[in-house]
Nanobody, 125 residues
């Protein structure tokens, strides 16, 4: 499984970005997908996850109401729409995938076997 994240960049506080993560896998619909981020000197932080069908989504409290995760099975792609960005959202953003997960909120990095390369998001004040 290969995951290719894109869409990062430099944005002013209050702005928006949409991250994409394309998965090279034949059975995309069997994978739970997640987004995490990591700022320098900090641990990898859970942001959002989406179930195989897309019918269930899970969010960290810090991004609830600002970020939206979605998936497009026709494109084998998961998205993270980020609105009302703040300087503290600056980090490298990673997408992750796993087909073994059942139950829970899929919020631990150790839940996922497959990771993308990361895309930098910088929010200026």
């Amino acid at each position: 499984v290969q995951l290719q994240a894109s869409g990062g960049g430099l944005v002013q506080a209050g702005g928006s970005l949409r991250l994409s993560c394309a998965a090279s896998v034949r059975t995309f619909s069997t994978y739970v997908m997640g987004w995490f981020r990591q700022a320098p000197g900090k641990e990898r932080q859970f942001l959002a996850a989406i179930s195989r069908s897309g019918g269930s989504t899970y969010y960290a409290d810090s991004v609830k109401g600002r970020f939206t995760i979605s998936r497009d099975s026709a494109r084998n792609t998961v998205y993270l729409q980020m609105n009302s960005l703040k300087p503290e959202d600056t980090a490298v953003y990673y997408c992750a995938a796993d087909f073994r997960l059942y139950g829970g909120t899929y919020s631990k990095p150790s839940d996922y076997a497959y990771w993308g390369q990361g895309t930098q998001v910088t929010v200026s004040s």
